[in-house]
């Protein structure tokens, strides 16, 4: 199952890159064959049969929320640069996260990344460090509410 | 028309991340614009696609994305190997 | 189609501009990692956009250069802002820094 998924991954990315005829299918299905091979034991995921399931939900869930976000974080962004003495109260937080598996990690990660007024600087084990351009709240809870509370509820419910 | 319009926005963006790579007070700061003038590079490519219309230049593009992701990633390597020798 | 496709145009060319101002402006070194990182990802997405609305043929490559740029960009600004914490040069305005007692306390205070 790890090859065949691998395969159709590498076959996918040579198909989109080079073009959808005859010649190039039969090309890019050698060199996925061997790459498969060659990479099989550095790759390690697990798929399922709910794959398709949580693909659709990362797909119209998960994707339209963060572009919504992407797009608050630049008016902030433009708000903070553009305003004549710049209002900052820096810090960085930790942040716990209940979601496990490297993949699930990366996606809230960058997600955290990509969110207005915040940075993500290291992962250990289930924290993240982060820098926020403007940190509110009293204690350790709320910051982590404010900071990642909307993401991981949904990706929670995608990456166990 | 609206391609001079387009053009002279992102090079006051490169205009801007230049001088910052040029005053900037240590080595972080420098490799911070590197990163946004790569971007700002890539954005700058594609445009040239659609003026030229030609489709090679995407495939430009997709390479010198992967080369300043690279980049970034030996000059980290270099900012923390700098401290203490090893790693 | 093509007023489209010069609309996400010149919109991603004010989020260069809005980048490039703001790794000048902003103050200190994290800041600028955030203003450089945001504005630049979204300058790039809309572009690309733009792109796929002048040709209809290239979206193919337009996906593989969105998926790889939402990926990479944000990884990179992140191994950025650890080198620089490892480095001890840490800007001296932050009013609360949790990173620096990690190791010592990690049993109670953290819920």
Same mark, same amino acid.
């Given at each position: 199952?790890?090859?065949?998924?691998?395969?159709?991954?590498?076959?996918?990315?040579?198909?989109?890159?080079?073009?959808?005829?005859?010649?190039?299918?039969?090309?890019?299905?050698?060199?996925?064959?061997?790459?498969?091979?060659?990479?099989?034991?550095?790759?390690?995921?697990?798929?399922?049969?709910?794959?398709?399931?949580?693909?659709? !939900?990362?797909?119209?869930?998960?994707?339209?929320?963060?572009?919504?976000?992407?797009?608050?974080?630049?008016?902030?962004?433009?708000?903070?640069?553009?305003?004549?003495?710049?209002?900052?109260?820096?810090?960085?937080?930790?942040?716990?996260?209940?979601?496990?598996?490297?993949?699930?990690?990366?996606?809230?990660?960058?997600?955290?990344?990509?969110?207005?007024?915040?940075?993500?600087?290291?992962?250990?084990?289930?924290?993240?460090?982060?820098?926020?351009?403007?940190?509110?709240?009293?204690? !350790? !809870?709320?910051?982590?509410?404010?900071?990642?509370?909307?993401?991981?509820?949904?990706?929670?419910?995608?990456?166990? | 028309?609206?391609?001079?319009?387009?053009?002279?926005?992102?090079?006051?963006?490169?205009?801007?991340?230049?001088?910052?790579?040029?005053?900037?007070?240590?080595?972080?700061?420098?490799?911070?614009?590197?990163?946004?003038?790569?971007?700002?590079?890539?954005?700058?490519?594609?445009?040239?696609?659609?003026?030229?219309?030609?489709?090679?230049?995407?495939?430009?593009?997709?390479?010198?994305?992967?080369?300043?992701?690279?980049?970034?990633?030996?000059?980290?390597?270099?900012?923390?190997?700098?401290?203490?020798?090893?790693? | 189609?093509?007023?489209?496709?010069?609309?996400?145009?010149?919109?991603?060319?004010?989020?260069?501009? +809005?980048?490039?101002?703001?790794?000048?402006?902003?103050?200190?070194?994290?800041?600028?990692?955030?203003?450089?990182?945001?504005?630049?990802?979204?300058?790039?997405?809309?572009?690309?956009?733009?792109?796929?609305?002048?040709?209809?043929?290239?979206?193919?490559?337009?996906?593989?250069?969105?998926?790889?740029?939402?990926?990479?960009?944000?990884?990179?600004?992140?191994?950025?802002?650890?080198?620089?914490?490892?480095?001890?040069?840490?800007?001296?305005?932050?009013?609360?820094?949790? +990173?620096?007692?990690?190791?010592?306390?990690?049993?109670?205070?953290?819920?």
């Amino acid at each position: 199952m790890k090859y065949f998924t691998t395969f159709i991954t590498l076959l996918l990315v040579y198909l989109l890159l080079a073009g959808f005829q005859v010649n190039e299918v039969i090309l890019g299905s050698v060199l996925s064959v061997i790459l498969t091979v060659i990479l099989t034991k550095y790759v390690d995921y697990k798929i399922d049969i709910l794959f398709p399931i949580r693909f659709l !939900k990362f797909l119209f869930i998960y994707i339209p929320v963060f572009i919504y976000k992407l797009v608050l974080a630049n008016l902030d962004v433009a708000r903070r640069v553009l305003s004549f003495k710049i209002p900052l109260n820096p810090g960085i937080v930790k942040v716990k996260t209940d979601i496990k598996g490297d993949l699930g990690k990366l996606t809230l990660a960058n997600s955290i990344t990509l969110t207005p007024g915040t940075l993500s600087i290291d992962v250990e084990d289930d924290v993240i460090y982060v820098h926020a351009i403007d940190v509110k709240g009293k204690n !350790k !809870k709320e910051h982590s509410k404010n900071i990642a509370g909307t993401f991981e509820k949904i990706l929670g419910g995608i990456f166990k | 028309m609206m391609d001079i319009i387009v053009f002279s926005l992102m090079g006051l963006g490169v205009v801007f991340s230049v001088i910052r790579m040029f005053i900037g007070p240590n080595l972080c700061d420098r490799v911070v614009s590197l990163d946004t003038l790569n971007m700002i590079v890539i954005g700058i490519i594609v445009v040239l696609a659609v003026v030229f219309k030609s489709e090679l230049y995407l495939d430009i593009a997709i390479v010198y994305s992967i080369l300043a992701f690279l980049e970034t990633i030996v000059f980290v390597r270099y900012l923390e190997g700098k401290k203490d020798g090893n790693s | 189609m093509e007023i489209v496709s010069y609309i996400f145009l010149i919109i991603g060319g004010l989020f260069f501009l +809005l980048g490039g101002l703001g790794v000048l402006r902003m103050p200190d070194t994290f800041n600028r990692i955030q203003a450089g990182t945001k504005a630049t990802t979204l300058g790039v997405f809309s572009t690309l956009i733009g792109v796929a609305f002048a040709n209809p043929d290239w979206i193919a490559k337009v996906i593989v250069i969105i998926v790889f740029v939402a990926i990479s960009n944000p990884i990179g600004s992140s191994a950025i802002a650890k080198a620089i914490y490892n480095s001890k040069n840490v800007p001296g305005n932050l009013v609360i820094d949790e +990173l620096k007692e990690r190791g010592e306390d990690n049993d109670n205070d953290v819920v």
